[in-house]
């Protein structure tokens, strides 16, 4: 699918992207919300350049980014002549579960243990008993992805063979810029290059283990197939967004709004997302720290995605993505 049209693409004066031309070599590029693409590897002098490289180094790269944006001179392409892929390839994926208030309240009674005959109004308090305590503790629910999940923000979905009831899952991404390792949540936004959008695909037949149901979740088998992460189609730096806290995440389906919430609604907000994943792992530059999904999910709506389909997800500030979901040996 193509990019949308140029204008108000992003908040801010300029954001990152991974562009190609249709059949050429995927590079960094800098993009104003005119549309407009510059291409990173001249303005850096570097013909091997990457995003991640960017963001490698971006303390020094974003006063450069800045002057670019602001400088006419030097020639830019418009983006809808080029493939816009996903904006960075990390090297760690950090994603969040049961983020949402109302979200998890849903998925507690839609995944109702067998045998748990209780009414849907005590499954519900009991949700939300469970969050104010994690709330209080500090115990944000945080899990591994793969980077080869990850697909452009317009590419197909393709829908494997083996997925019940593939479903999907909007969300805010925190983009890290330098490495981050026990920080605070006070100093968090400090490692903090920006924001993209993320889908984090849930095929829900398969999230829990039915050989044996002791052992809990199977997030490789229902979120890590490949494309399964839809990612972009900008980096928005961080300086762009007043306020990550407070930014509204839709997505529809084939037209019809499915998810629209605030990020207001996150039990634990950006700063605390990266300080908790940062108590264990040491975040890299380009890692990717998923925060979770609002209510409004398939297994909320009783309906799942199908060959055919197409998501449109935005959130404020950051663009929009458009995927088609494609039946496994149909594309």
């Not at 590897?41 to 303390?59: E, M």
């Not at 800045?66 to 002549?81: F, K, N």
């Not at 490949?226 to 189609?233: I, Q």
């Not at 839709?250 to 994943?277: C, H, P, W």
Request: aromatic share 6%; net charge negative; charged share 25%.
């Amino acid at each position: 699918m193509k990019p949308e049209p140029a204008s108000a693409l992003f908040a801010g004066p300029f954001a990152l992207a991974t562009l190609s031309t249709q059949n050429g070599p995927e590079f960094p590029a800098l993009v104003t919300p005119d549309g407009q693409a510059l291409d990173l590897r001249d303005a850096f002098g570097d013909d091997r350049l990457t995003t991640r490289d960017v963001l490698d180094r971006w303390d020094t790269a974003l006063p450069r980014l800045r002057a670019l944006a602001s400088d006419p001179g030097p020639a830019r392409t418009a983006v809808t002549d080029l493939r816009v892929h996903a904006p960075v390839t990390p090297r760690q994926v950090f994603q969040s579960g049961a983020n949402y208030r109302q979200h998890v309240i849903d998925l507690h009674v839609a995944h109702r243990a067998p045998g748990d005959d209780r009414p849907e109004s005590e499954r519900r308090a009991e949700a939300a008993e469970i969050m104010d305590r994690r709330a209080a503790e500090d115990l944000p629910y945080v899990f591994i992805g793969l980077p080869t999940s990850i697909t452009g923000p317009y590419d197909d979905v393709v829908l494997p063979r083996w997925a019940e009831q593939p479903d999907w899952e909007l969300e805010l991404a925190v983009v890290i810029g330098k490495p981050a390792h026990q920080v605070s949540a006070e100093d968090a936004y400090e490692y903090i290059a920006g924001y993209t959008i993320a889908n984090d695909l849930t095929d829900r037949a398969t999230v829990f283990r039915r050989d044996m149901p002791q052992i809990g979740t199977d997030w490789l088998r229902s979120k890590n197939a490949p494309g399964f992460t839809p990612l972009g189609p900008w980096i928005v730096p961080a300086e762009s967004i007043a306020n990550p806290d407070d930014l509204r995440v839709t997505l529809k389906l084939n037209g019809d709004t499915m998810q629209d919430e605030s990020t207001k609604d996150m039990i634990f907000k950006v700063a605390r997302m990266v300080a908790y994943a940062s108590r264990t792992a040491r975040l890299l530059p380009g890692d990717l720290v998923l925060t979770g999904s609002p209510a409004g999910n398939g297994m909320h709506w009783g309906r799942l995605l199908r060959d055919g389909d197409v998501m449109e997800g935005s959130v404020t500030g950051l663009g929009l993505q458009r995927t088609r979901c494609v039946a496994e040996g149909t594309a």
